[in-house]
Structure formats: structure tokens, C-alpha cells
């Protein structure tokens, strides 16, 4: 990873224009190769050197290579403008409002490169903008290697490998931050958190994935900062659920988020029940289906939001269908299907859902109900409904959370799916035969309604 001891003292320097100390580690003081890098990232690397402009790989490539972890993508920066990358590149295209981006698409693999940013100064708002509460608007602000170092968010991403000398330019002690496992946000906390507030997830999303230990005076602001989050864009925040829940670090990112109130402005309905009651049916299910995502992630099987969705808001889906039942006067089927819609219509101003998802989350939900009245003859064709399987997931995961009748119910369920076709059918015939011994019984406890004396019985036809 590293080779301690040799960045001499003329390598050592302190960046008074920016205020952060920089450090250049020699190829020889440090384990990073070129075979490391995917042949795409070199292949802009060296155009844009060669093409007279500085280039450098950085960020979270830099970091994963020296903590020996593969990179998920490589992201090159360097001073020359989004229009001057196109002209270079004929398979470039620039994206981004807040911030210019060129991306360099060879295939399904893309490139982001990005021009050095700098300080806003008195930039005109065109290409800087800042609201009341000092979140970046717009950010197109160009400047050197310096400044950019200064804009970066933790010392353990102000990392540049240089395509040049193959180099790295550690900025703010991220190297000596990279070995001792502590996330230290650059700047004063709480500005850089207003700047952006997503940067508190990203201090927990890394000191998840990284082993990572967050500095004192960067957590010191988060939880008094983190309504910040209700002000991001749903659908940003759709992109950064996907990050923090679908990498492997689920239970983690939960655990941690909630520590410092992070979870509440994203996931308010569900929050409220944990409040309520911190060791439920809802916490049990969360803590199970966030254990259960990991485990998939980690074996390389595929996971959904749909489903991820459908168990995080059952029961803010139960809880409403039973408060628009009382409301309204509906049955409790309809009442749950009104609530549907409202669940996922609250969900989504914090976190956008597309409807390739919640449409399947809704169909998780509606087998809920026909779990119960399929354990007869039905049981055949509910297995043939394409969410079968994820709904039959969330049976278990509730099965577990509540126990009771419900874990019957799962219970048969379970010796169903597992069953052999013989199995399955001597299974159905009980169930039928318990089934009807039981409406045979209801039946026969429910009163007739006594004739009026004027009325007589219709005859037969």
C-alpha cells in the first residue's frame, strides 16, 4: 500500500494559497501501477497529457488502489475546460447543470473527467450560485490542482495520481488520514455541510465501506444539520439510497444513519414508528431485510428497490390503511389499497421512486393479503404471479417480526414452496379440508335475519 519514509522534506510543502499541506509521494513511495487502471481511464490520461494539458487521476480510484480494494470507477481531472475535452474526444459528451462534466464513453464504460474547480470569489451567477442556506446551486467555477484540492470533500479524496511522473499529491494529510482509518473533512464542517448536505451520508457511506472512524470535528455538526437533507432533490437522494443500501453495507449504513439522525428527513413515516417503538415489529424487520441485503450482495445475487421498498414500508402502509378505514368507513381491502398510494406519494417528495419500482413494490404488498386466503386449491396459481418470490421474502421477514398466527401462516407457506408436487398437493387438501371446516363453522355461528311476518319464503324453481 505505502512505503513509510520515503517522501523526503523537499517533497513536503504547505499550500498557502489554499491553506492545505501537500505532499508528493515519489512511484517509488507508493504501490500504485499502471496495470491497476483500466486501459479506458489511461487512455484519456495520455491524450490529455499528451494534448499539452495537466491529467490526473483522483479521488476514489486513488484511495481504493492504495487500500487495496478495485476501484468502481476512475475519474480524471485536469485543467483543460468541458469544451476543450469534446474537441479532444469524439466520444464525449458533457452533462451536469450544478457542475460541467465531460464524460468519455467507450461502450457500457465511462470516463468522467472534470476540470479543476475553484473558488467562487465574486463570480458572476451564471456559473456560481449559492442559496440563503448555503447549499451550491451551481458550481462551475474553474481554477488549479490547489484550489481543487481545497474543494474536495475529505482529505482521503484530495488524492491525484499523475499521469505525468506517476506521482501522487496528497492533499490535507490524506495519505497519513488514508493509514490511520479517519475520515476528515476539509474545511470548517459545518459551511462544507451546507454547501452540500449530502456530504453527511458520505461521511457515513465511507466510514462504512472503508473501516473508517469519523474525525470528532466532522461529525460534531451532523446530527444539528441533518434536516439539511429534507432540501435535497428526490430524485439525487433516489441515487444516493441506492449507495448507501445496495453496496454491501446496508445493516451498517442503517445503524450509523440513525446514530446520527440521518435516517429521519429521508425516511420520515418509517422513522415515526421507530420512535414509537424502538425494538417492534418494524425495527426487527428493517434490521432482518437490511442483514439479508448484505448477505445477497455479498453471494452476488440480485436485489431490487421494488423489494427494498415494499418490507421498509409495510408497516407505514399498515398503519395508514388503518387510519383511512376509521376515516372513511372503507373495508379494510379497500382502505389498504387507498393507502398505497398515499404511502408512496409521501415516501417519494423525500426519495423519488420510479415507477419500474413501485409498481412492483404495489404487487408485493396486494399478495400480502392473498397469502392468507390461498393456503387451499389457490395456492398453485398465486406461485405462478411473477412476484411470487419477493413477496413471499416479505411473508417471512414479517413472519419473523410478529410471530403469532402470521408465523403459522408463513410456516405452511414455507413447507409449500419446499414440497415436492405430491408434497404440495397433500398440503393443499389439508388446507382445503381446514379451510372449510372453519367457514362450516363461521357459517354456522352467523344469525339469519328473521323474517318480517308479512314476507314469505319464495318458492323454488
Given at each position: ?90 466520444n464525449c459528451r458533457l452533462v451536469g447543470r450544478r457542475f460541467r462534466l465531460a464524460h468519455i464513453v467507450f461502450g457500457r464504460d465511462v470516463i468522467e473527467v472534470a476540470t479543476f474547480r475553484g473558488h467562487h470569489g465574486n463570480s458572476e451567477e451564471k456559473i ?334
Open positions: 500500500m505505502f512505503d513509510d519514509g520515503q517522501t523526503t522534506k523537499a517533497q513536503q510543502e504547505d499550500n498557502t494559497d489554499t491553506g492545505l499541506s501537500l505532499e508528493v509521494i515519489p512511484r517509488d513511495g507508493h504501490s500504485i501501477s499502471r496495470r491497476q487502471i483500466s486501459e479506458n481511464a489511461l487512455k484519456v490520461l495520455y491524450r490529455l497529457h499528451k494534448s499539452g494539458f495537466h491529467a490526473y487521476l483522483v479521488g476514489g480510484g486513488v484511495r481504493d488502489l492504495l487500500l487495496g480494494l478495485e476501484p468502481k470507477d476512475f475519474d480524471v481531472v485536469t485543467n483543460a475546460t468541458p469544451e476543450e475535452i469534446k474537441k479532444l474526444f469524439r456560481s450560485k449559492v442559496n440563503s442556506a448555503g447549499r451550491l446551486l451551481r458550481d462551475n467555477v474553474y481554477g488549479d490542482i490547489d484550489e481543487d484540492a481545497e474543494r474536495r470533500d475529505f482529505t482521503v479524496n484530495a488524492l491525484y495520481y499523475n499521469i505525468a511522473d506517476y506521482s501522487i499529491r496528497s492533499y490535507g494529510g490524506g495519505i497519513h488520514d488514508l493509514k490511520a482509518r479517519t475520515l476528515r473533512l476539509i474545511g470548517d464542517p459545518e459551511t462544507r455541510y451546507r454547501e452540500d448536505p449530502v456530504r453527511m451520508l458520505r461521511a457515513v457511506r465511507f466510514a462504512t465501506k472503508l473501516g473508517m472512524s469519523i474525525e470528532k470535528r466532522t461529525a460534531a455538526p451532523i446530527k444539528s444539520l441533518a434536516p439539511l437533507l429534507k432540501d435535497i432533490p428526490a430524485a439525487r437522494m433516489y441515487e444516493e439510497v441506492l449507495k448507501l443500501f445496495f453496496a454491501g453495507k446496508a445493516l451498517n449504513n442503517y445503524q450509523m444513519m440513525r446514530e446520527y439522525q440521518l435516517f429521519a428527513p429521508i425516511f420520515p413515516l418509517v422513522e415515526s414508528l421507530l420512535r414509537d417503538d424502538p425494538k417492534g415489529p418494524a425495527a426487527r424487520l428493517l434490521s432482518e431485510m437490511m442483514h439479508n441485503t448484505d448477505v445477497r450482495v455479498g453471494e452476488d445475487k440480485p436485489v431490487t428497490p421494488a423489494f427494498f421498498y415494499a418490507a421498509l414500508l409495510w408497516y407505514p402502509l399498515q398503519n395508514r390503511a388503518q387510519d383511512i378505514a376509521l376515516e372513511s368507513g372503507l373495508s379494510p381491502y379497500d382502505a389498504f389499497f387507498a393507502a398505497m398510494g398515499d404511502v408512496l406519494e409521501q415516501q417519494c417528495r423525500s426519495v423519488s421512486i420510479p415507477r419500474r419500482f413501485s409498481t412492483p413494490a404495489r404487487d408485493i404488498w396486494q399478495l400480502q393479503m392473498r397469502f392468507e386466503r390461498s393456503q387451499g386449491g389457490r395456492a398453485f396459481k398465486l406461485m405462478e404471479h411473477p412476484k411470487f418470490r419477493a413477496a413471499y421474502d416479505l411473508l417471512l421477514l414479517r413472519a419473523n417480526a410478529e410471530g403469532g398466527n402470521l408465523a403459522k401462516q408463513a410456516s405452511w407457506w414455507q413447507q409449500f414452496v419446499e414440497s415436492d408436487d405430491e408434497q404440495k398437493q397433500q398440503l393443499v387438501r389439508s388446507g382445503s379440508k381446514s379451510n372449510g371446516s372453519r367457514n362450516r363453522n363461521a357459517n354456522q355461528r352467523r344469525r339469519r335475519k328473521p323474517r318480517r311476518p308479512s314476507e314469505k319464503p319464495q318458492a323454488a324453481e
